[in-house]
C-alpha cells in the first residue's frame, strides 16, 4: 500500500514537471550562463580594443621611445611619448596614499574589530563607510582648494599643484577599503583562539597583535594590495590636484601627471582620431589595465598563500 502511495505521489511529481516545468529547467541554466557571461565578454572586449589600437601606436612609436623619460604629444615638430613620467606620478601618488590609508585603516579595522562595542562598531562604521561614497571629484577639489593651502603653509616650496596633496586625498579615500576588509578579515578569527590566549594571560593588546592579525594577516595583506590597485586607477583627484606637467621628477612638491590624468587630458579633445598622440591614449590605458591586473593577481596569490582555515 505505501509502494503504491508513494508511486502515486511520484507520478504527480513527474506529470507536474512535464506539464509546468520543464521547460523551464532547461531554458533558466542557459539564460544564467549568458548573464553570467556578460561580465567576460566585456572583459574580452575591453582587451581586445586596447591591444588592437595599442598595436596602431606602436606601429609609429617604438617600445624603447615608449618606456623613455621625454614625453612632449603636443610637440608639432617632434612629439615624443614616453611613458615613465606618467609610471612616476602614479606611482608616487599611489605610495603617499597608502602611506595614509594602511595606517589608519589598519588601526580603525583593529579598533572596530577588537576594542568597540556592538553599539559604537553599529555607529563608526557605517559613517566612515560614507568616504566610499563620496566622488572623487569631490574629493579632488577638496585637495585642491583645502589640503593644498594647508600643506603650502607647511612647506614654503610647495607648488599649487604637486603630489603630495593628491597623494594624502587619495589616502583618505581609500580608508574605509582597508578598514572595512581588514575589519572582516579580523572578525572571522574564531573567537576560540582570542579566549585561549587569554586563558595564558594575555592582555587584549597582546591578543590583537599576537593572534589575531596573524592569523588575518591573509585577508589583511590582500585589502592592502586591493587598495593600492584602487589608488593606481584614481583619474579625478590627480587630474584636478596633481596638474599636467610632463616632467620625468623626483620632487614631491612639484606637479607631476599620471596614467590616469593623461588619459582625461588627451580626451578633452587635445588629440584628434587617428593620430599618434590619439592611439598613445590606448598605449597608456593598455598598461594602466596590466597594472591594475597584476595588482589583483597578486591580491589573490597573497589570500590564498596566507589563508589560514579553522
Do not use: C, W
Request: net charge neutral; charged share 15%.
Amino acid at each position: 500500500m505505501e509502494n503504491e502511495k508513494s508511486l502515486q505521489i511520484r507520478n504527480v511529481i513527474q506529470n507536474n514537471i512535464k506539464q509546468r516545468g520543464h521547460r523551464a529547467d532547461r531554458l533558466m541554466p542557459v539564460v544564467f550562463l549568458m548573464l553570467a557571461s556578460i561580465s567576460i565578454f566585456t572583459t574580452a572586449g575591453i582587451v581586445l580594443i586596447l591591444v588592437t589600437d595599442s598595436i596602431h601606436f606602436f606601429s609609429d612609436v617604438p617600445i624603447k621611445d615608449f618606456f623613455s623619460t621625454r614625453l612632449a604629444p603636443l610637440n608639432a615638430k617632434n612629439p615624443e611619448f614616453g611613458i615613465l613620467p606618467l609610471i612616476n606620478g602614479t606611482l608616487f601618488t599611489s605610495l603617499i596614499a597608502m602611506a595614509v590609508a594602511i595606517p589608519v585603516g589598519l588601526t580603525a579595522a583593529i579598533f572596530l574589530s577588537e576594542f568597540a562595542s556592538e553599539k559604537i562598531r553599529r555607529v563608526v562604521k557605517p559613517i566612515m563607510e560614507v568616504l566610499a561614497g563620496i566622488p572623487t571629484i569631490v574629493y579632488g577639489f577638496f585637495a585642491y582648494s583645502f589640503v593644498t593651502p594647508i600643506l603650502m603653509t607647511l612647506i614654503p616650496n610647495l607648488g599649487a599643484k604637486n603630489v603630495i596633496s593628491p597623494g594624502i586625498v587619495m589616502g583618505i579615500m581609500i580608508i574605509p577599503m582597508v578598514a572595512s576588509l581588514s575589519e572582516d578579515a579580523m572578525s572571522s578569527v574564531p573567537k576560540a583562539m582570542r579566549e585561549g590566549a587569554y586563558g595564558l594571560g594575555s592582555t587584549k593588546l597582546e591578543v590583537t597583535l599576537k593572534v589575531v592579525i596573524p592569523a588575518a594577516i591573509s585577508g589583511i595583506l590582500a585589502s592592502f594590495v586591493l587598495a593600492i590597485s584602487r589608488a593606481i586607477g584614481e583619474t579625478m583627484i590627480v587630474a584636478i590636484a596633481s596638474g599636467s606637467s610632463k616632467n620625468f621628477t623626483f620632487d614631491l612638491t612639484q606637479s607631476m601627471q599620471t596614467m590616469t590624468g593623461y588619459i582625461v587630458e588627451f580626451t578633452s579633445g587635445d588629440a584628434a582620431s587617428g593620430t599618434t598622440g590619439y592611439y598613445s591614449l590606448y598605449a597608456v590605458g593598455l598598461l594602466l589595465f596590466l597594472f591594475t591586473m597584476l595588482m589583483n593577481l597578486v591580491a589573490q596569490y597573497v589570500s590564498r598563500k596566507f589563508r589560514e582555515e579553522y
